[in-house]
């Protein structure tokens, strides 16, 4: 039978556009450190260590191997996972997976990023099938204007819609001193910034950024002698829908849809948009702030810019969205799904500071891949049955 | 095993992905750096808890998870403690064949460093002897501002 598993301390960096004074270990290291003294352990504690990026961001390989001065990771069970976008939130699924294994009961996970390394299109380019996608892709930020005209299509909505969600973002991040970031934009701001590939303009989008982040998981066996309230993991659930970029279904997000609603289930989860109390969505850019959640269950479909202007996901609103900031201000690719599971456990924790929701029992963090996967968690102050 | 090609044409595609890496060294390894690029020092750094002397520097001791802040110049004379000869020119090699690959412990480290040796007949090279370092006439700030180590 598998252990109940919770996450009992968090570390970020300061995540900026580029980090000239630190190497990739060193910057993993930064986050370790603040993991550690979060759970008030020290690296004997750590049983094993599960670690990832994007390899061909930074074209060094095998980080388990390489960061170990950065990690701890000197003689000590290691594993890298990578799964492009969403390696941050495959390595808190991993993470969670090793230890409710029982074999390990305090397990380290980090996700890492120096994004400043790269070209990111040419690194991104190298994920994709080189005899049907290469020759015609125009890059990540293509497939996902894609999507979002699709969407606009079929829904009527604008560009002026979904920039309500960049505001939104990037108003939150204010409130997050790790985010890259830091200031306030306005509806004005999004329309007359650069288009990138309609429908989507610079300030729709993510930033690229160098930065990491650690969780560490414990089982239920020594969670609480750690830390006295731990965000305990509910469940998990992911979905790939993909081969070729011809193959997803645009403007609504299949992969989404069916791990959530598989997510829900299994944790008894009926009304979602009234049961959950926070989410950090791994939303790369604004429209998926709109598509998103209504392929998550919270709202019906075509309704999703509407619940947007009400203000129901902003700070004080019905269900916050992104307290953080989110992607839009802050995306070191191979942290950034474990970015999210450490800030919904803070909020779990009661430890989110200035960007505290009040009195979160439930909380669920996501993440992306550019080939339109996704992974979903769910974490509750409760223990769960 | 060999796959019955008859009536197929194996189409294949070439890459054409050319992705411009930079890498940044990051403060610790850029002091040293620049102290070998600027004076024709080589530097190191110890752990405060273990004394180990780490030659390239590392930030964090592996061993203690401490930080490393206690810089000293080690050398310039070292000892040989590896040796290969590489013979077949590849695309990796920057040099013509022959080609001396070696570990050289610094007087005053506890790591060795990876580098090449400078010799005129690659049948000289022998673990244990003593090496030192010739500097490069143009350095721009990388391990081969050390051009290789000859036999002191
Ligand atoms: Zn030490």
Same mark, same amino acid.
């Given at each position: 039978?598998?252990?109940?598993?919770? !996450?009992?301390?968090?570390?970020?960096t300061?995540h900026?556009s580029?980090? =000239?004074d !630190?190497n990739?270990?060193?910057l993993?290291?930064?986050?370790?450190?603040?993991?550690l003294e #979060?759970? &008030?352990l020290?690296l004997?504690?750590?049983?094993?260590i !599960?670690i990832?990026?994007m390899d061909? +961001?930074?074209?060094?390989?095998?980080v388990?191997?390489?960061?170990?001065?950065g990690?701890?990771?000197t003689m000590k069970?290691?594993?890298?996972?990578? %799964?492009g976008?969403?390696t941050g939130?495959?390595?808190?699924?991993?993470g969670?997976?090793i230890?409710?294994?029982?074999l390990? &009961?305090?397990?380290?996970?980090i996700?890492?990023?120096?994004?400043?390394e790269?070209? %990111?299109?040419?690194?991104?380019?190298?994920? +994709?099938?080189p005899?049907w996608?290469?020759?015609?892709f125009?890059?990540?930020?293509?497939?996902?204007a894609?999507e979002?005209?699709a969407y606009m %299509?079929?829904?009527?909505?604008?560009?002026r819609d979904?920039?309500?969600?960049?505001v939104?973002d990037r108003?939150?991040?204010?409130?997050n =001193?790790?985010a890259?970031?830091r200031?306030?934009?306005t509806?004005?701001?999004v329309?007359a910034?650069p288009?990138?590939s309609d429908p989507?303009h610079l300030l729709?989008?993510?930033?690229?950024?160098?930065?990491? $982040?650690a969780?560490?998981?414990?089982?239920? #066996?020594?969670?609480?002698?750690i $830390?006295p309230?731990?965000?305990?993991i509910?469940g998990t659930?992911?979905?790939?829908?993909y081969?070729?970029?011809?193959?997803?279904?645009?403007?609504?997000i299949?992969s989404?849809?069916y791990?959530?609603?598989?997510?829900?289930?299994k $944790?008894g989860?009926?009304e979602?948009?009234?049961?959950i /109390?926070?989410i950090?969505?791994?939303q790369?850019y604004s429209?998926?702030?709109i598509?998103?959640?209504?392929?998550m269950?919270?709202i019906?479909?075509g309704?999703?810019?509407e619940?947007?202007w009400?203000?129901?996901?902003?700070m004080?609103?019905?269900?916050?969205?992104?307290?953080?900031?989110?992607?839009?201000a $802050?995306n070191p690719?191979?942290?950034?799904?474990?970015?999210r599971?450490?800030?919904a456990?803070?909020q779990i924790?009661g430890?989110?500071?200035q960007?505290?929701?009040?009195d979160?029992?439930?909380a669920?963090s996501?993440g992306?891949?550019?080939?339109y996967?996704? /992974?979903i968690?769910l974490y509750?102050k409760?223990?769960p049955s | 095993?060999?796959a019955?090609?008859?009536?197929i044409?194996?189409v294949i595609?070439?890459?054409?992905?050319?992705v411009?890496?930079?890498?940044?060294?990051?403060?610790t390894?850029?002091?040293?750096l620049t102290?070998?690029r600027?004076?024709q020092?080589?530097?190191?750094?110890?752990c405060?808890?273990?004394?180990m002397?780490? *030659?390239?520097p @590392?930030?964090?001791c592996?061993?203690?998870f401490?930080?490393?802040?206690?810089w000293?110049?080690?050398?310039?004379?070292?000892?040989?403690t590896a040796?290969?000869?590489?013979r077949?020119?590849?695309?990796?090699?920057?040099?013509t064949?022959?080609?001396v690959f070696a570990?050289?412990?610094l007087?005053g480290?506890?790591?060795?460093?990876?580098?090449?040796?400078l010799?005129?007949?690659?049948?000289?090279?022998?673990?244990?002897m @003593? *090496?030192k370092? @010739?500097?490069?006439?143009?350095r721009t700030?990388t391990?081969?501002?050390i051009q290789?180590f000859?036999?002191?």
């Open positions: 039978m598998a252990k109940r598993v919770a !996450v009992v301390g968090t570390g970020q300061f900026k580029h980090r =000239p !630190v990739g270990q060193e993993i290291n930064e986050a370790v450190q603040r993991a #979060d759970a &008030d020290t004997k504690d750590i049983d094993a !599960v990832g990026n061909h +961001f930074e074209g060094i390989n095998y388990d191997c390489w960061s170990v001065d990690s701890g990771g069970p290691i594993i890298k996972l990578t %799964t976008g969403t939130s495959t390595l808190a699924i991993g969670y997976h230890t409710a294994s029982g390990f &009961d305090k397990v380290l996970v996700g890492w990023e120096k994004n400043s790269s070209d %990111t299109t040419g690194a991104i380019t190298t994920a +994709f099938d005899v996608d290469r020759l015609v125009a890059g990540a930020i293509a497939a996902l894609a979002g005209m %299509t079929e829904f009527g909505i604008t560009d979904a920039a309500r969600v960049s939104r108003k939150h991040a204010c409130n =001193p790790h890259q970031l200031k306030e934009i509806i004005e701001d329309l910034s288009m990138l989507v729709d989008v993510c930033p690229r950024t160098d930065g990491a $982040c969780v560490i998981m414990a089982s239920e #066996d020594v969670a609480e002698k $830390c309230n731990p965000a305990w509910w659930a992911n979905r790939h829908t081969t070729y970029v011809g193959d997803f279904k645009l403007g609504e299949d989404m849809k791990a959530a609603a598989e997510l829900w289930k $944790c989860i009926r979602p948009r009234k049961e /109390d926070v950090e969505l791994y790369p429209f998926a702030g598509i998103w959640i209504e392929a269950g919270i019906p479909r309704k999703g810019s619940y947007i009400s203000g129901a996901t902003d004080g609103g019905e269900l916050p969205i992104n307290p953080s900031g989110g992607v839009i $802050c690719i191979g942290a950034t799904g474990l970015i599971c450490a800030e456990c803070g924790r430890k989110a500071d960007r505290q929701v009040p979160v029992k439930l669920v996501t992306f891949g550019g080939c996967w996704t /992974d968690l509750g409760k223990k | 095993m060999c019955d090609l008859s009536g044409e194996p595609y070439k890459s054409g992905i050319n411009p890496y930079h890498w940044w060294a990051g403060d390894a850029s002091a040293f102290a070998l600027d004076r020092t080589i530097t190191a750094i110890k405060g808890s273990c004394g002397v780490f *030659v390239p @590392r930030k964090t592996p061993q203690c401490t930080p490393n802040t206690q000293l110049e080690v050398g310039p004379l070292g000892t040989v040796f290969t000869v590489a077949k020119q590849l695309a990796a090699i920057k040099d064949v022959p080609v570990l050289v412990k007087d480290a506890s790591t060795s460093m990876l580098h090449k040796l010799l005129q007949n690659p049948s000289l090279a022998k673990a244990g @003593r *090496v370092p @010739r500097f490069a006439q143009d700030g391990i081969l501002d290789g000859e036999p002191a």
